[in-house]
């Protein structure tokens, strides 16, 4: 059953939706009429309840970023272990490429548009962290003076460094592996992979 059947609400202000709904301590509770778009204010109260109760999830963002003889960009952040992609968490009400872009703005000082959708996968609940949705978007080609530039732009980056992709990926953290093989595979042949917990789904 939907979530929006699972508790009538109240209009914005506090008030009930329907005087029907309105009972005092001791009495089983009514049924509460569900409002109509044609009473704007107690229509988005109720579905504002609704998208309260909905599960939020984390999102992440990183990118393919290579040079002109196929190496990979690879990052080691200061605050974890392993090596990473360039990339980062998803802001609230930000979508995934303007998190990529601002992302390797801040730590990279480079102003790319990423191109195309490479990966999703879902990421089940592990450790303190609930799920999350991570995506890998192609960062495209960097040219020979963006190459020539390349270092660090803040405190979250210790170092980086241009890889083969065999070499870049013994770096990576082992929950990586699986979304870095399946975005180099969509690099090759045009076709983004969604991943289910490292296991390709379609």
């Not at 988005?44 to 999102?59: D, I, S, T, W």
Request: hydrophobic share 40%; glycine share 8%.
């Amino acid at each position: 059953m939907s979530i929006w059947h699972d508790s009538m609400m109240h209009a914005a202000r506090g008030r009930c939706c329907s005087p029907t709904s309105c009972r005092s301590e001791g009495e089983e509770p009514a049924l509460r009429t569900r409002p109509t778009p044609d009473d704007p204010e107690a229509w988005n109260a109720y579905l504002a309840e609704g998208n309260a109760k909905q599960a939020r999830k984390r999102v992440a963002v990183d990118l393919i970023i290579r040079d002109q003889v196929g190496r990979v960009l690879v990052v080691n952040p200061t605050y974890k272990p392993d090596w990473d992609l360039p990339g980062g968490m998803v802001e609230a009400n930000e979508p995934p490429e303007k998190a990529a872009r601002r992302e390797v703005r801040e730590e990279l000082g480079l102003q790319l548009t990423p191109g195309r959708l490479l990966v999703i996968e879902w990421v089940p609940p592990h450790g303190p962290w609930d799920d999350q949705l991570a995506f890998i978007l192609d960062g495209g080609e960097l040219s020979v003076e963006q190459s020539a530039g390349l270092r660090p732009h803040d405190d979250e980056l210790a170092e980086l460094a241009m890889l083969a992709p065999g070499d870049a990926r013994p770096l990576l953290r082992p929950r990586l592996h699986a979304r870095f093989d399946a975005a180099l595979a969509a690099l090759a042949d045009g076709r983004a992979r969604y991943l289910s917990d490292g296991r390709p789904i379609f």
